[in-house]
Every structure is written in structure tokens, then in C-alpha cells.
């Protein structure tokens, strides 16, 4: 299913195989070590869907990239200071993931997922709709569909094993799950990236709805940021120049390939239904506008 510049499923040889993600190859480097390959699958409702989007781990990877750079100095990353040269000698297997892979720091996973949350939208409307609050933390009454919040919040969610649903979670089962003294670190760190990402882009004419992030202890119990960093698959980007209350703003994300998917009689289970050429071919155009407009000077 690969053609040229797509990847749907990396064969690297010269690397043992750890596991598949919905986008994501990982790969034993040594003791201390994983390469993550970045692949152009797309998931929607939890199912990877059987058509990729050209060069769209390639824009994952270099927002990822850019935001590990930028926001390092609130939390370390998982980021290893290799070059790919070294993690993969082949050339072959190289020149099959460059520019979509790269080596990070063996850690210990959190058992969650950190949602951020500035505007009220997606799984936290619905849960607003019916409660008054999102994990469990009160809303003034009479928010409308994508409205921003007072402040950003900090909604937490489980994670899923493959194939199943994520699940929102309180604080309190947070604490339950990784101890108080993390999980207000974790809070902490993922508000403080928000924050200074949803600035950063705000200036750009992008809007950060939402985010997630995941986290990582390493030997010594230092919290890092793991996985991918505020990019068109973790995050709502809206264009400041259509946003408007009331509606599911558009999107540079993958949002365009959830509400196609919404307009079919599919009940989001597998197997996902193949995409028309058209909507790969603008949610690729959306993946990429999203790149240019926070990495490029």
C-alpha cells in the first residue's frame, strides 16, 4: 500500500519491531533507545482507516519537531540527541523513513492522556450538552458550540487499548491512577503548554480548540513529553479569519475526514470505509497549511 513519498506501513530490516500504533511504528534501537516512525495512516473513532494521506507523517513529524523545540523549556521531551544515521545504518531502511522517524529516550508511559481544553467543542460539547461540566469540572451555563472558555482546562482522559475508546476522566480518578503529586505536575505542565502553543499560534491566525499531550518518567521519576506535540492529529487548529460561535468551526486537522465519515451510514466500527480521492486530497492540503503556517517563518 506504499507509493512514492506515502508510507503506510514501515519494514525496517536492520530494526526489531516493538508494536504498531494508528500512526505510529516503533522500533528497538538498543538498551536505552526507540526510533518512532511517524507512517501517513489516519484513524477516525478509534479505527485506522484503509487509505493513507500522502506525506502527512512527514507534517507530523516536523510540527512535532518544532514544538519540542520550542516549549523544552517547560518540560523536557523524549527527543534523544542521535542522528538517524546512527539508530539506522542501512541506507535502504534511511532513505524508507526520513524525514518521518526519529530516536527518543526509552520511558515509562503515563496511563492517561492530558486533554487540554480552551474552547468548548467535540466529546466535551456533548458532555457539557448533558452535565453542565467536562471531567467533572463546572461550566457557566449557556456556552454555545466552540465557545472559549473562561479559562483553559484540564480534562484528562484514560487510555484506551487498541481498538476501544478512550474515556474522560476527573482529576480525582487522575490522582487515583498516578498519585497526587503527578498528576498536579502533569496538570501544571500540560496548562503551561497550552498556553504559551495557543499564543504562539494564535498570532499565526490559528486557533488551538483543544489539545492532548502524553507523558513519560524517565529512570529518576522526570516527567517528559512524549509521543507528538500539538499537531493536526493531537489538536483542533481553527483559522482565526472563519471561527465563529455556534458551529464546528473548520479546521486544519483531521476533523474534515471525521465529519465525511459522519455523513455516511458507517457505525464506527471496523472495518473503516475506504476515503474518495478528494477528501484525501484535502485533508493532505489541510495537514499541510497547518505546517506552513506555525513552522515556516
Request: hydrophobic share 40%.
Amino acid at each position: 500500500m506504499n507509493a512514492p513519498d506515502t508510507l503506510y506501513q514501515s519494514t525496517l530490516g536492520s530494526l526489531k519491531l516493538r508494536g504498531r500504533g494508528k500512526v505510529r511504528d516503533i522500533y528497538e534501537v538498543d538498551a536505552a533507545h526507540l526510533l518512532i516512525v511517524t507512517t501517513d495512516r489516519i484513524s477516525a473513532f478509534d479505527c485506522i482507516l484503509p487509505d493513507p494521506i500522502p506525506g502527512k507523517g512527514r507534517v507530523l513529524t516536523a510540527v512535532s519537531n518544532f514544538w519540542f523545540g520550542r516549549l523544552k523549556s517547560i518540560v523536557p521531551n523524549h527527543l534523544a540527541d542521535w542522528p538517524l544515521e546512527r539508530a539506522v545504518p542501512d541506507p535502504a531502511d534511511r532513505a524508507q523513513v526520513a524525514g518521518r522517524a526519529i530516536v527518543v529516550k526509552k520511558l515509562e508511559p503515563l496511563p492517561i492522556e492530558a486533554v487540554v481544553r480552551g474552547y468548548v467543542i467535540g466529546s466535551g460539547w456533548k458532555e457539557y450538552l448533558a452535565t453542565g461540566a467536562i471531567c467533572g469540572i463546572r461550566l457557566p451555563q449557556g456556552l454555545r458550540q466552540a465557545e472559549k472558555l473562561p479559562q483553559p482546562i484540564f480534562t484528562p482522559s484514560t487510555k484506551a487499548e487498541f481498538g476501544q475508546h478512550d474515556e474522560n476522566i476527573s482529576f480525582e480518578r487522575t490522582v487515583t491512577l498516578i498519585g497526587p503529586a503527578l498528576a498536579e505536575q502533569v496538570r501544571k505542565a500540560s496548562l503551561a503548554l497550552y498556553a504559551e502553543a495557543a499564543a504562539y499560534a494564535l498570532a499565526r491566525g490559528i486557533i488551538i480548540a483543544d489539545t492532548k499531550f502524553e507523558f513519560g518518567l524517565d529512570a529518576d521519576g522526570g516527567l517528559h513529553l512524549i509521543d507528538e506535540a500539538l499537531t493536526p492529529d493531537s489538536s483542533r487548529f481553527w483559522p482565526v479569519a472563519e471561527y465563529r460561535t455556534g458551529i464546528s468551526p473548520p479546521s486544519f486537522d483531521k476533523q474534515f475526514v471525521r465529519d465525511y465519515l459522519e455523513s455516511l451510514a458507517w457505525d464506527k466500527r471496523p472495518p473503516a470505509p475506504r476515503l474518495p480521492p478528494e477528501v484525501i486530497a484535502k485533508t493532505a492540503e489541510k495537514y499541510r497549511e497547518a505546517e506552513t503556517r506555525l513552522t515556516k517563518p
